[in-house]
């Protein structure tokens, strides 16, 4: 009993809260960064939300790096012209030094958290000097103190369709619109100039797509061959998979990337791991072993690939400070204990050979579609049909968001979709990147790899303006749209194709939310079920829609 409660206060010093015995004795001896001491640096982010001592012990003890979660952003150290304010970055720069940590710098260059001042509605010259400038002083100041740059943050498209061609590939962003493609090689040039001896990194999301891989490891490549010796070495020296994964992630995607840069001669990180698998802040037993069979593999594939690999950084101490808390990604739970996915972390090969095939990895969501034939404008027709949330997204930024409801009849299937903090934005000339909503139907929930005669897609914007995939999909489609400040609604009456519907039939389903930016391209995209992106072409990963009738 006396061993108990000294284990007990043991663990409530160091990770805040009173565990098993098993978690106290694992937390105090098996430590994350030891377990990795001769593969790479492990890592997690600093941020005002995390700075006490619970956080920070559970930061010291597993981590041998640190990012600044927000802190470094250009928002926050220059968000007016020529107002450098380092203060807080400082301040959580020099503690983690003062604690042995070493830090990585995170970003210098990127289309969100950053003041519009310096790249919009100005010249290109204005724009040259605001990044130049920007990145030179940031660099300086931390000269020293920090080992890697994040330079350049998430400046290609999603699965690009021309990848062969990089400066194609690359985002709209302000920085593109005001530069043009070479704010790539000025941002990394001022970096290299203003601190030659640390590490420059590009970073971006979703880098387990191939489009979008071959298009990073192009621009990586062109952009090194034509600077091969900017003091003493190529230009650009790293690449940052960003990580922010699922339990869908295929580990094999992430290999066939990381094994693509590693043959540019660069090296690669792991810069903001966390693994998606939960609903509104909760995770089942099977969510949580499912998770920790992501982590497992992945860190499989990471030690694989050691040699080349600088540091694996997760994105969050622990789920109630996670960005992406609803969706419980990281390692330690609300009450700081380690979850299965810590354990995975620490031993893979153990954590895979006692879990796996205990558990359906690939969970599919179900709901329901109550009867009723309603009027498209009168919303509250569907009052008695659950909300679906369509809140788990699928790009590394977190915009619109919202729910559906769905009515059925023997003929049609009638969505009611609510998003919102929406930019109401349809500037950009390709559909998918206006604020809209897409449905996705499988009627005969046949789940195939490729769209069948009974498979469709419905995508209404904001302004009620629809597109089909196919072009049939349209006969006798009917929807209506209502904004109000940052919120709107669409509702659509999908017919169906091929069926005549009767209660208790199964259909395939899933709702998406895409979210523009201000600028007008897709800045998020949140949806219920399928986290593959290939829902328009492949039905397999929808979730499931059930006809009832009350
Ligand atoms: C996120 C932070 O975690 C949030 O607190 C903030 O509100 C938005 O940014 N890719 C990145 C990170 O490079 O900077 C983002 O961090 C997550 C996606």
Redesign the pocket.
């Known amino acids: 009993m006396l061993k108990k409660i000294v284990l007990c206060l043991l663990a409530a010093l160091l990770i805040g809260g009173c565990v098993s015995e098993k978690e106290a004795v694992m937390s105090k001896t098996q430590s994350l960064k030891d377990a990795y001491a001769d593969y790479f640096l492990i890592g997690n982010?600093v941020?005002g939300v995390n700075m006490d001592d619970v956080h920070y012990t559970i930061l010291t003890s597993h981590h041998n790096i640190a990012t600044a979660?927000?802190a470094m952003?250009p928002q926050y150290l220059q968000g007016t012209k020529g107002v450098f304010t380092f203060d807080e970055a400082d301040a959580i720069v020099n503690k983690a030094l003062s604690q042995g940590l070493k830090f990585h710098g995170?970003?210098l260059a990127?289309h969100?958290?950053s003041p519009a001042w310096m790249n919009e509605g100005v010249s290109r010259d204005e724009a040259v000097a605001n990044l130049t400038i920007h990145a030179k002083t940031v660099v300086e100041h931390f000269k020293g103190k920090v080992v890697s740059w994040?330079v350049l943050?998430?400046a290609v498209v999603d699965n690009p369709p021309n990848a062969e061609d990089w400066k194609v590939s690359l985002r709209q962003s302000p920085w593109l619109t005001a530069i043009g493609a070479d704010y790539v090689e000025i941002v990394f040039k001022a970096a290299r100039e203003a601190d030659p001896a640390v590490k420059l990194y590009y970073?971006d999301?979703n880098l387990d797509n191939s489009n979008k891989a071959t298009a990073v490891y192009n621009m990586v490549k062109d952009i090194n061959e034509r600077n091969p010796d900017v003091n003493g070495r190529p230009l650009i020296d790293g690449i940052g998979m960003?990580g922010?994964y699922n339990a869908h992630t295929n580990p094999g995607s992430v290999e066939d990337s990381l094994q693509r840069f590693i043959s540019l001669g660069v090296e690669v990180s792991i810069t903001?791991l966390d693994v998606q698998c939960g609903e509104g802040g909760k995770q089942t037993d099977a969510q949580m072993t499912a998770q920790g069979l992501t982590y497992a593999a992945l860190f499989n594939v990471f030690k694989k690939y050691a040699e080349h690999i600088g540091r694996v950084t997760m994105?969050?101490i622990d789920d109630s400070s996670s960005?992406r808390k609803e969706a419980c990604p990281t390692m330690f739970n609300d009450a700081l204990n380690p979850k299965p996915a810590f354990f995975a972390a620490l031993d893979p090969d153990k954590f895979i050979a006692e879990n796996s095939g205990s558990v359906e990895t690939k969970e599919v969501k179900q709901s329901v579609a109550v009867y009723g034939t309603p009027d498209l404008a009168d919303t509250a027709a569907w009052s008695q049909a659950p909300a679906i949330p369509i809140d788990r997204y699928l790009m590394?930024?977190?915009g619109a968001s919202g729910t559906a409801k769905v009515l059925w009849d023997e003929n049609s299937l009638y969505v009611l979709v609510n998003v919102n903090n929406a930019e109401m934005n349809k500037a950009n000339q390709n559909a998918h990147e206006h604020d809209s909503v897409e449905i996705f139907i499988d009627e005969n929930n046949g789940k195939t790899p490729y769209y069948e005669k009974d498979d469709a897609q419905y995508r209404v914007n904001f302004d009620n303006e629809a597109t089909f995939n196919p072009a049939s999909a349209a006969e006798g489609f009917e929807s209506w749209a209502s904004v109000s400040g940052r919120t709107y609604t669409v509702s659509l009456k999908i017919p169906f194709r091929t069926i005549t519907a009767k209660e208790g039939d199964v259909i395939g389903f899933d709702a998406q939310i895409n979210g523009a930016s201000a600028q007008g391209a897709r800045q998020s995209v949140a949806i219920w079920n399928d986290l593959s992106g290939a829902s328009y072409q492949d039905t397999s990963g929808l979730g499931v829609l059930k006809l009832m009738k009350p």
């Open positions: 982010i941020s979660e927000n952003k995170h970003t990127w969100q958290q994040d943050n998430e970073n999301y960003q922010h903001e994105w969050g960005w590394a930024w977190q």
